[in-house]
């Protein structure tokens, strides 16, 4: 699915990814997990084609194409979805204006055609249906006056309208209550597939609990320096960065 | 990073910038008594007629070119201006057939087929359409159709042969004459426009509308335009305008009056699209149009709509005199300037009348090096008691070479009287712009999709064929101005 060789970003000066190898396969979770600062957004924006950060070194590959040197609208277009850690909001743009614009964008790009608007509205009652959107929430604009928990839900329903094949979830949990969190992962363990993969960013286990990852990867100083099975999550709740830190202190 | 993108400008080609080859009866240049009768005479037209010409000229001779709106550019030679320019042959046209096929191809390319129009005459939404190029109306359609309901759509020569009785009675009422520098010249040296009367307790049962365009070189374009709607009666009215690119500055000096009586309503909408000028700000229509509503008689509304993407310089303020008593004044304005063009707009809601409300909603976009400002005047006269006014001025930036001025003015004299003001600034952002990428959605269209969005409130007011028109120009003025 992606493939992350030894990956290098900065912003103005300073490096923030410095050096990041990832393989993840069709049908797989990956959890990552660090520490504040650490890079886990930056390599989300990066991956996503934010032009603020500078690629100095390394490659990506996507489904066999060269992720790096497509725009950020064809990374999203060949099936590449960020959830937003703090998503942002169009006022006077309707989410389902929005969302019909991105859908019809991802067709034309696949040589589809347009959807109907029929089958369109179809499409969201069914998806809004699987993360419990709020109706009202689909019509008004997007994500503007939005409670922090339902931007956060309404990132995952907009992943289940454009049906991404990699998710990368920045801290989607939080700011979600205890039911609102349960909602969205079984909302995300149901899109699951063996042709799909997702990338969960988070700070907590208890998200890991819901949507049980394959891998854990723990980033630090923009790194990954440690990566192990779903128990490396219970160990880092249990003992948290510490250890990590004193191992892999680098000198700046 | 996000800074050199902003300052990457790419051209937006002005689509309508063709000129037409039609050979045409122009005046010689210059003003003067002698070309103002040259004007009356070609035009045939009553002595009282004449008369209103001369004194609004003798008092414009008096007048200076208005210094206070927040714009700078090379004052027009007055004296270089061609007044009158009619396309040959000037004579009755009694159909379509008869019309120069230049310049129905110029309607073609500007979108508006009258061919089309006619045959969509069975069609529920048609328009009716009155067309002025350089300064004569050309064309008016659907007259019959019209007529049937006793209403009166023509070009303002024709109803100052047929309806001399009414224009005598309303040009003038709500912009006088002398009411300002180019208002005087207007009423002077104005050689054609639309004239419309809807009859009491009619509603008209299409849109009226008028599209404007400046075609020859070194002519100035002055058309009055006087809507009038009796009792009970209600209309929409549409403007449009385009001009061909040219390297001079060409003069655009309209006045528009809108008079309505007891319970009557006017929508009026204007799509302003004239030539604004290229990259480095060569060319382009000076636009310096006085428009104005007068709310004569109780319970009438008065709503201007306008999407202003086009001229160098802009300066117009579509306002609403609020004389009758509960009468409404709205004004729903997109302004949207790039590269070089200035505009300068805004509106005015004079209360007179007890329980009066207005609401006013701009919305300045500026892209490039051009400068966008709101300038509007809210004035509650004594005895306007319980009036209400609700203002909204949003600007939004694109770049950082672009400036946007809000200029308010509140004059309260009624106690009674409530205004309300909101202002906000703000910035295209990349933030924006790159979620929509995320979602698959290219620049063009993110701008498109966030620019339409900012400017919902206004667009929404604006009749269906039109919003989807303006949407389109919109776009198509801010191409290139971010990323
Ligand atoms: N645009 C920027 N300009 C300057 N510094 C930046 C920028 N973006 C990120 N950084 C810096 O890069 C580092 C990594 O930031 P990032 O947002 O990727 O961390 P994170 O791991 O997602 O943290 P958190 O857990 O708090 O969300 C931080 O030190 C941050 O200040
Ligand atoms: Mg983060």
Same mark, same amino acid.
């Given at each position: 699915?992606?493939?992350?060789?030894?990956?290098?970003?900065?912003?103005?000066?300073?490096?923030?990814?410095?050096?990041?190898?990832?393989?993840?396969?069709?049908?797989?979770?990956?959890?990552?997990?660090?520490?504040?600062?650490?890079?886990?957004?930056?390599?989300?924006?990066?991956?996503?084609?934010?032009?603020?950060?500078?690629?100095?070194?390394?490659?990506?590959?996507?489904?066999?194409?060269?992720?790096?040197?497509?725009?950020?609208?064809?990374?999203?277009?060949?099936?590449?979805?960020?959830?937003?850690?703090?998503?942002?909001?169009?006022?006077?743009?309707?989410?389902?204006?929005?969302?019909?614009?991105?859908?019809?964008?991802?067709?034309?790009?696949?040589?589809?055609?347009?959807?109907?608007?029929?089958?369109?509205?179809?499409?969201?009652?069914?998806?809004?249906?699987?993360?419990?959107?709020?109706?009202?929430?689909?019509?008004?604009?997007?994500?503007?006056?939005?409670?922090?928990?339902?931007?956060?839900?309404?990132?995952?329903?907009?992943?289940?309208?454009?049906?991404?094949?990699?998710?990368?979830?920045?801290?989607?949990?939080?700011?979600?209550?205890?039911?609102?969190?349960?909602?969205?992962?079984?909302?995300?363990?149901?899109?699951?597939?063996?042709?799909?993969?997702?990338?969960?960013?988070?700070?907590?286990?208890?998200?890991?609990?819901?949507?049980?990852?394959?891998?854990?990867?723990?980033?630090?100083?923009?790194?990954?320096?440690?990566?192990?099975?779903?128990?490396?999550?219970?160990?880092?709740?249990?003992?948290?960065?510490?250890?990590?830190?004193?191992?892999?202190?680098?000198?700046? | 990073?996000?800074?050199?993108?902003?300052?990457?400008?790419?051209?937006?080609?002005?689509?309508?910038?063709?000129?037409?080859?039609?050979? &045409?009866?122009?005046?010689?240049?210059?003003? @003067?008594?002698?070309? =103002?009768?040259?004007? !009356? $005479?070609? *035009?045939?037209?009553? %002595?009282?007629?004449?008369?209103?010409?001369?004194?609004?000229?003798?008092?414009?001779?008096?007048?200076?070119?208005?210094?206070? &709106?927040?714009?700078?550019?090379?004052?027009? @030679?007055?004296?270089? =201006?061609?007044?009158? !320019? $009619?396309? *040959?042959?000037?004579? %009755?046209?009694?159909?379509?057939?008869?019309?120069?096929?230049?310049?129905?191809?110029?309607?073609?390319?500007?979108?508006?087929?009258?061919?089309?129009?006619?045959?969509?005459?069975?069609?529920?939404?048609?328009?009716?359409?009155?067309?002025?190029?350089?300064?004569?109306?050309?064309?008016?359609?659907?007259?019959?159709?019209?007529?049937?309901?006793?209403?009166?759509?023509?070009?303002?020569?024709?109803?100052?042969?047929?309806?001399?009785?009414?224009?005598?009675?309303?040009?003038?009422?709500?912009?006088?004459?002398?009411?300002?520098?180019?208002?005087?010249?207007?009423?002077?040296?104005?050689?054609?426009?639309?004239?419309?009367?809807?009859?009491?307790?009619?509603?008209?049962?299409?849109?009226?509308?008028?599209?404007?365009?400046?075609?020859?070189?070194?002519?100035?374009?002055?058309?009055?335009?006087?809507?009038?709607?009796?009792?009970?009666?209600?209309?929409?009215?549409?403007?449009?305008?385009?001009?061909?690119?040219?390297?001079?500055?060409?003069?655009?000096?309209?006045?528009?009056?809108?008079?309505?009586?007891?319970?009557?309503?006017?929508?009026?909408?204007?799509?302003?699209?004239?030539?604004?000028?290229?990259?480095?700000?060569?060319?382009?229509?000076?636009?310096?149009?006085?428009?104005?509503?007068?709310?004569?008689?109780?319970?009438?509304?008065?709503?201007?709509?306008?999407?202003?993407?086009?001229?160098?310089?802009?300066?117009?303020?579509?306002?609403?005199?609020?004389?009758?008593?509960?009468?409404?004044?709205?004004?729903?304005?997109?302004?949207?300037?790039?590269?070089?063009?200035?505009?300068?707009?805004?509106?005015?809601?004079?209360?007179?009348?007890?329980?009066?409300?207005?609401?006013?909603?701009?919305?300045?976009?500026?892209?490039?090096?051009?400068?966008?400002?709101?300038?509007?005047?809210?004035?509650?006269?004594?005895?306007?008691?319980?009036?209400?006014?609700?203002?909204?001025?949003?600007?939004?930036?694109?770049?950082?070479?672009?400036?946007?001025?809000?200029?308010?003015?509140?004059?309260?004299?009624?106690?009674?009287?409530?205004?309300?003001?909101?202002?906000?600034?703000?910035?295209?952002?990349?933030?924006?712009?790159?979620?929509?990428?995320?979602?698959?959605?290219?620049?063009?269209?993110?701008?498109?999709?966030?620019?339409?969005?900012?400017?919902?409130?206004?667009?929404?007011?604006?009749?269906?064929?039109?919003?989807?028109?303006?949407?389109?120009?919109?776009?198509?003025?801010?191409?290139?101005?971010?990323?």
């Amino acid at each position: 699915m992606i493939s992350i060789k030894n990956l290098h970003a900065s912003i103005g000066d300073k490096e923030i990814l410095r050096g990041i190898n990832l393989e993840v396969k069709a049908g797989e979770v990956h959890a990552i997990m660090g520490p504040n600062g650490s890079g886990k957004s930056t390599l989300s924006s990066v991956l996503a084609g934010r032009e603020d950060y500078e690629v100095t070194e390394g490659e990506v590959t996507f489904n066999g194409k060269n992720l790096l040197e497509l725009p950020a609208e064809d990374r999203a277009r060949e099936g590449l979805f960020l959830a937003f850690q703090y998503p942002v909001e169009i006022p006077g743009v309707s989410n389902i204006n929005f969302l019909r614009t991105a859908l019809n964008e991802i067709r034309a790009y696949h040589g589809q055609e347009e959807m109907t608007a029929k089958d369109f509205l179809a499409l969201v009652k069914d998806k809004s249906k699987l993360v419990e959107l709020d109706s009202k929430l689909a019509s008004r604009s997007v994500n503007e006056g939005f409670s922090g928990g339902e931007k956060k839900r309404n990132e995952i329903f907009q992943m289940a309208m454009l049906n991404p094949k990699l998710a990368i979830l920045d801290e989607t949990d939080s700011g979600l209550d205890i039911d609102a969190l349960r909602i969205v992962a079984t909302g995300v363990n149901k899109l699951k597939s063996k042709d799909n993969a997702t990338i969960v960013i988070t700070h907590y286990q208890r998200l890991l609990d819901y949507i049980v990852p394959d891998f854990v990867h723990i980033l630090y100083k923009g790194r990954i320096v440690k990566s192990g099975g779903k128990e490396l999550a219970l160990e880092l709740e249990a003992k948290g960065y510490d250890e990590i830190k004193k191992e892999f202190e680098i000198a700046d | 990073m996000a800074n050199e993108i902003l300052e990457e400008h790419i051209q937006n080609e002005y689509k309508w910038g063709f000129t037409t080859d039609i050979a &045409a009866d122009e005046a010689p240049r210059g003003l @003067n008594e002698e070309i =103002i009768k040259f004007i !009356s $005479a070609k *035009k045939n037209e009553p %002595e009282w007629m004449l008369e209103f010409r001369l004194k609004a000229f003798r008092n414009w001779q008096n007048m200076v070119e208005p210094e206070w &709106a927040h714009v700078s550019y090379t004052k027009p @030679n007055f004296q270089d =201006i061609i007044y009158y !320019s $009619a396309p *040959k042959p000037k004579k %009755e046209l009694a159909s379509l057939d008869e019309v120069d096929p230049e310049l129905l191809k110029t309607f073609e390319k500007l979108g508006i087929s009258l061919e089309e129009q006619k045959r969509l005459s069975g069609v529920q939404s048609n328009i009716a359409v009155d067309v002025v190029f350089d300064s004569v109306s050309v064309k008016t359609t659907f007259k019959e159709t019209l007529a049937e309901k006793g209403i009166i759509f023509c070009s303002f020569s024709e109803a100052v042969q047929d309806h001399p009785e009414l224009v005598k009675k309303y040009m003038g009422m709500a912009v006088p004459a002398t009411d300002n520098f180019y208002a005087a010249l207007n009423s002077a040296v104005f050689t054609d426009g639309s004239f419309c009367y809807i009859p009491k307790g009619v509603r008209s049962p299409m849109e009226l509308s008028t599209y404007f365009r400046i075609n020859a070189s070194g002519t100035g374009q002055f058309e009055r335009t006087l809507i009038i709607a009796d009792e009970d009666s209600y209309v929409s009215y549409l403007e449009g305008c385009t001009a061909p690119q040219r390297d001079e500055n060409q003069l655009h000096a309209a006045v528009v009056e809108i008079i309505t009586h007891k319970n009557a309503e006017v929508k009026y909408s204007t799509v302003q699209n004239w030539y604004p000028g290229d990259k480095e700000g060569k060319g382009g229509i000076f636009n310096f149009v006085t428009k104005r509503g007068l709310c004569l008689e109780d319970n009438s509304k008065i709503s201007w709509t306008q999407v202003e993407t086009g001229s160098a310089v802009t300066w117009k303020y579509p306002s609403v005199i609020l004389k009758g008593n509960n009468s409404v004044g709205e004004f729903y304005s997109v302004a949207v300037t790039n590269n070089y063009q200035q505009a300068d707009t805004g509106t005015k809601m004079i209360h007179i009348g007890k329980n009066t409300r207005s609401t006013i909603i701009s919305k300045g976009i500026s892209a490039g090096f051009s400068n966008n400002s709101y300038r509007g005047l809210v004035q509650i006269k004594k005895g306007a008691s319980n009036a209400r006014n609700f203002s909204q001025c949003d600007s939004l930036l694109m770049g950082d070479k672009c400036g946007a001025h809000t200029f308010p003015y509140i004059e309260i004299k009624d106690k009674s009287g409530v205004v309300e003001h909101e202002a906000t600034t703000s910035k295209i952002g990349e933030d924006q712009l790159f979620y929509c990428k995320q979602r698959g959605i290219d620049n063009e269209k993110a701008i498109g999709l966030i620019v339409n969005g900012y400017c919902k409130e206004v667009l929404n007011k604006l009749p269906m064929e039109f919003a989807v028109e303006a949407q389109k120009l919109l776009a198509i003025s801010l191409e290139g101005s971010v990323g």
